[in-house]
């Protein structure tokens, strides 16, 4: 006998589903639920379902801007009950936005209580606070009972709710809008709705306008907590033309001088959506961690109005390179991302461009116009009905009275004595005896001239779609005095709505010193052994102790130098590298190959090592006695390969690279032979073979140096002592580049080196 508990259809009744097409329709319905109902703000109104659903809510509890608050509690209750069955602390999260001035341009709701703060405290329970419309959610509203927009059944079908609203105001432009979806997403910075009017005014005129065009009138973004953009015109442009981009938004910062050589930096607006609490504490986090060398200390004195104070390192830190630094390591500045993905017309997701935005936003206008004229029209025709149903009642009051007292049916014997339609005579039976006097017939008739004017105006407007567009320039041409940028005189800006964000360009500060500026400056000394090893010990030292190399091994170079110095090392084969002093290992150790560090070939060797100097010059040679000058700064390599600089050929190598300061050259050969001639025979290069310095018969270069014909040529020997002659004692070794020069004068060195 079957379990009567076992509910499994009999196989003839099974239905056989294809799981890949069900997951598909599934995941489809999901997702336009979550994009259309959830995510993506429709074109029109610039609001999402739970934004639209609480203005509704609220008006239909008339919290106009001039009445009484609400407790927001009440405000969620009646929409989550009504409209948003979706967990009341969604609704009041979207609630509490809507009123925070930091985090909306024009704020559509009007908090009493604590709504949280740009430090990013919450705000109070929803029992706490109170709540009303503002003026602009007003303006979103207007016209919504004059069938301006269709309504839809709620969620159980007991009542309706708004599709869209009637949006007297660019809401989506002004105010903004953030969202993700699945697969998609939306970005859409607050915008003045000064500009906006003006560019919407444009677009009216001139149709065939690009949204390139209308970033004369929307230069870019405009948010509610300041700050400065600081991209170029051609990269906004491009934005808002194809809807897609970002905006790179930096705080506002200014100089305050203490006196005795002593300022300190105050931060006085910060980039919109960054709180300022954590702002601090990244920076502070980063001073601890010792990223931030040239910062002394920040503090918060914010009040009503933001105020971040800044201490630098000393008085002699240059402020621009500091906030370069902290505007690459915090959140001081960000990038503010564009993507207008929209619901056009409510159903379809589009990128728009700022064009097709303003269009979209002007069409929604032109079809709530005509379907207010249109109900206006209806409500002027109703009542002319029962105004000429009064007049005759009034052109024979003494029959119509007699209907009234005598007839059974008034109502039947009005209508098929005087024509009236069944309106009429409803409204006749309906007539207070007190209007029964002589000064209410010529009221109304006064009223019916009114209406009829009316009416031939609309039908007037029906008919012109010029003149729907006139009065919709009227329309604007009021929400921008309503929130005008300038005052009367067209000069100062408006303390309330004028743009708050600013342009600006980007201080010319070499990335290399803010990179310099990162890392804190120590002496060291940098020791590279013959075999190749490399390290760094702490200050600067001519003492090197042979324990501190590898068995076998001994020191080749050292040189003195900073934690924030460059180093470059040329090797046989022509090619210079560049280390990091900051990166390179410590001296405690033996150190590291310095072929981990850079791709230097194995059959090549390091021949010098000497610290970075921009703007100066070195003069680099090769055995066989070519040469050339070339400045330091391009010898700098950004990778690991390196750069080529001296090209040599089979069996040839690179000799020398020494600074070259002075006007004059003097060159030894391996035949102890000195040649002496003037800097200006060298040719400079950026890379090549150079030209020859010295002519040889047997061997090569063993020396060379740049000297100043002033102070003239100085060697030294193995004992340290010093000698110099000057350029009048060196008359007989002076000569022209590329001859053989003459033997070394008594007392130079046996090594061949003007260095002993």
């Not at 948003?84 to 985090?103: C, E, K, M, N």
């Not at 990244?282 to 010792?290: F, G, N, Q, V």
Request: glycine share 8%.
């Amino acid at each position: 006998m079957a379990d009567k508990s076992d509910t499994t259809p009999p196989d003839d009744a099974r239905e056989v589903v294809d799981l890949r097409e069900a997951l598909e329709e599934r995941y489809l319905s999901y997702a336009l639920s979550t994009i259309t109902q959830r995510a993506l703000p429709d074109a029109r109104d610039g609001l999402k379902p739970v934004h639209r659903r609480i203005l509704h809510g609220m008006r239909l509890l008339r919290l106009d801007p001039d009445g009484a608050y609400k407790k927001s509690a009440k405000i969620v209750g009646d929409v989550m009950g009504s409209f948003h069955p979706h967990g009341d602390q969604s609704i009041y999260d979207a609630l509490v936005r809507l009123a925070q001035d930091f985090s909306m341009r024009y704020p559509l709701a009007d908090g009493q209580g604590n709504f949280g703060n740009i430090d990013g405290d919450g705000a109070a329970a929803m029992r706490y606070t109170e709540t009303r419309m503002t003026d602009v959610a007003l303006r979103l509203l207007e016209g919504i009972t004059e069938d301006a927009v269709d309504f839809k059944p709620n969620y159980d079908g007991s009542t309706e709710e708004p599709i869209v609203l009637p949006a007297n105001f660019p809401n989506l432009l002004a105010n903004g809008s953030q969202g993700i979806a699945v697969g998609m997403a939306t970005s859409v910075p607050p915008h003045n709705v000064a500009e906006l009017c003006d560019a919407a005014l444009h677009l009216i005129m001139h149709p065939e306008a690009t949204s390139t065009a209308l970033t004369q009138f929307v230069p870019g973004p405009d948010f509610p907590t300041g700050g400065l953009i600081v991209d170029d015109h051609a990269s906004i442009a491009n934005a808002y033309e194809t809807g897609r981009g970002s905006f790179r938004v930096r705080a506002r910062w200014v100089r305050e001088d203490k006196g005795r050589g002593v300022y300190q930096i105050v931060v006085t607006e910060i980039p919109y959506g960054v709180q300022k609490s954590r702002l601090v504490e990244k920076i502070a986090e980063l001073l601890l961690a010792k990223k931030l060398p040239l910062l002394k200390d920040i503090r918060d004195e914010s009040a009503d109005d933001i105020r971040l104070v800044i201490e630098p390192r000393a008085g002699t830190v240059d402020p621009a390179i500091l906030m370069e630094q902290l505007f690459k390591l915090s959140e001081l500045e960000q990038r503010i991302p564009l993507n207008m993905n929209l619901l056009d017309k409510g159903v379809v997701p589009k990128v728009m461009s700022l064009k097709e935005a303003l269009v979209a936003w002007l069409e929604h206008r032109k079809d709530v116009l005509l379907r207010r004229t249109a109900h206006r029209l209806a409500e002027i025709a109703r009542r002319l009905e029962v105004l000429d149903g009064y007049i005759i009642a009034y052109l024979n009051l003494d029959e119509v009275i007699r209907i009234i007292r005598e007839e059974d049916d008034a109502k039947a014997s009005l209508m098929a004595t005087f024509s009236l339609s069944d309106n009429q005579a409803e409204a006749i039976l309906n007539m207070r005896l007190r209007s029964l006097r002589k000064l209410e017939e010529i009221e109304l008739r006064q009223e019916h001239k009114q209406l009829s004017e009316e009416k031939g105006h609309l039908e007037a407007l029906l008919a012109s779609d010029k003149k729907q567009w006139g009065e919709i320039t009227k329309q604007i041409g009021e929400l921008k005095k309503a929130y005008p940028k300038f005052l009367k005189d067209g000069v100062t800006k408006h303390p309330k709505w004028c743009r708050r964000t600013d342009f600006a360009t980007p201080n010319e500060v070499n990335l290399d010193d803010v990179a310099t500026a990162m890392i804190e400056r120590e002496p060291i000394t940098v020791i590279l052994s013959e075999k190749g090893w490399i390290r760094a010990i702490k200050g600067h030292t001519a003492d090197i102790d042979d324990k501190g190399f590898k068995t076998g091994d001994r020191l080749k170079l050292f040189v003195h130098a900073q934690t924030t110095d460059k180093l470059l090392l040329l090797t046989t084969g022509g090619k210079v590298f560049t280390l990091a002093g900051d990166r390179l290992p410590g001296g405690r150790s033996q150190g590291e190959p310095v072929r981990l560090m850079a791709d230097i070939e194995e059959s090549q060797e390091v021949i010098d090592i000497f610290v970075y100097r921009p703007g100066k010059k070195r003069l680099v040679a090769s055995r066989k006695g070519d040469g050339f000058l070339v400045a330091e700064d391009e010898l700098v390599a950004n990778t690991r390969k390196g750069k080529q600089v001296l090209n040599v050929g089979d069996g040839e190598e690179a000799k020398l690279i020494v600074p070259a300061e002075g006007d004059m050259v003097a060159v030894v050969g391996e035949n102890r032979k000195l040649l002496v001639f003037p800097l200006a025979q060298v040719v400079e290069m950026t890379r090549g073979k150079g030209v020859r310095l010295q002519r040889y018969k047997d061997g090569g270069l063993s020396d060379l140096k740049v000297f100043s014909k002033d102070t003239g040529l100085t060697w030294s020997d193995s004992s340290g002592r010093s000698f110099t002659r000057t350029v009048t004692e060196l008359t007989e070794w002076l000569g022209d580049r590329a001859t053989a020069g003459r033997q070394v004068p008594s007392g130079f060195p046996r090594n061949n080196r003007f260095v002993g």
